[in-house]
């Protein structure tokens, strides 16, 4: 892969909310749903995504800007190997002077290439017994519906070779959450690279993520408010009975506990339960009863009008 900086268009001293920015107009652009027949810009998005992977990685993007890995994420090419503008040995010694190469060059590679007065032969000895770089790491996104997320659904992947794999979502599984799938991205002479697979969790139609806790509103009629009651309130896990107090009114929140997300460190967040009264319109009888009824409370004083 390219300079990470580059495939993304950023300077490389580009902040994380840069590097954020930049890759989301691109992943919008070239998300295979919207290039269902354009296999180009599936590739480039897998780009994209492995560059910004790399470059949101603190210790990864450290390690690029000190070159000590190439823009796949594999060690970069050791001193001297690969014939760059340094490449080539000097026989006089680095930077002048009469220095004994033997003896540098027995320092760098071991002395396993060293031969008798200091004569090289059988290649050059330390290099070859680096372990060969793995194959290129690969780069998925995976959407997770919120209910799923919430409570830990078993979630299938299809990887580039065509074959699935089952996934165990992990425990305060968010959007941005990468999972590693050892040995499951390119072939190298080392063995393959990893698959990272990024989660996109969902947006919901009526709940919203608090943290671990879910926030939802539960629309309640004026008799179950008044009188109280049993209703029945959606969860991730399925639905559930709720007591409403006698007298509640609209933006009274209830508690479930242990309904919501699944926490690192253990247990549920809990799901927040806010009652929303809801009138009927133009009933007659609802009407009858509030024009005879004399309310002298104002529910607005607290607010100083």
């Known amino acids: 892969m390219a300079d990470p900086y580059t495939i993304l268009g950023v300077e490389r001293g580009a902040s994380e909310a840069e590097i954020k920015k930049a890759y989301r107009k691109l992943a919008k652009e070239l998300h295979p749903d919207k290039n269902k027949d354009n296999p180009k810009a599936t590739a480039r998005f897998s780009e994209v995504t492995q560059a910004y992977d ?43 002077g009469d220095a004994d190469m033997s003896d540098i060059f027995e320092g760098l590679f071991g002395g396993a290439g060293r031969r008798g007065g200091g004569g090289f032969s059988g290649g050059f000895g330390g290099f070859g017994r680096r372990p060969a770089p793995k194959g290129a790491n690969v780069a998925y996104r995976l959407a997770v519906a919120f209910e799923d997320a919430a409570k830990l659904a078993p979630q299938r992947i299809t990887l580039r070779d065509g074959k699935t794999i089952d996934l165990k979502l992990p425990a305060g599984v968010e959007t941005g959450t990468q999972m590693r799938l050892g040995g499951k991205g390119e072939e190298g002479p080392g063995g393959p690279g990893d698959a990272i697979v990024t989660i996109e969790v969902q947006p919901h139609r009526f709940y919203e993520r608090v943290g671990d806790d879910i926030r939802v509103d539960l629309p309640v009629t004026l008799t179950e408010a008044v009188l109280g009651g049993q209703v029945r309130v959606p969860t991730p896990d399925g639905p559930v009975m709720l007591t409403v107090p006698k007298g509640s009114s609209s933006g009274k929140v209830l508690r479930l506990k242990g309904r919501a997300f699944h926490r690192k460190a253990g247990g549920r967040g809990d799901l927040l339960v806010t009652l929303m009264v809801e009138l009927p319109a133009d009933d007659a009888a609802l009407t009858a009863f509030a024009q005879g009824w004399e309310d002298k409370g104002n529910p607005r004083a607290r607010m100083g009008v």
Request: negative net charge; without cysteine.
């Open 54 to 96: 790399l470059l949101t990685d603190a210790d990864k993007r450290a390690r690029f800007d000190r070159g000590e890995i190439d823009g796949d994420g594999n060690p970069a090419a050791p001193f001297g190997y690969g014939g760059g503008q340094q490449g080539g040995f000097q026989p006089s010694g680095f930077g002048g």
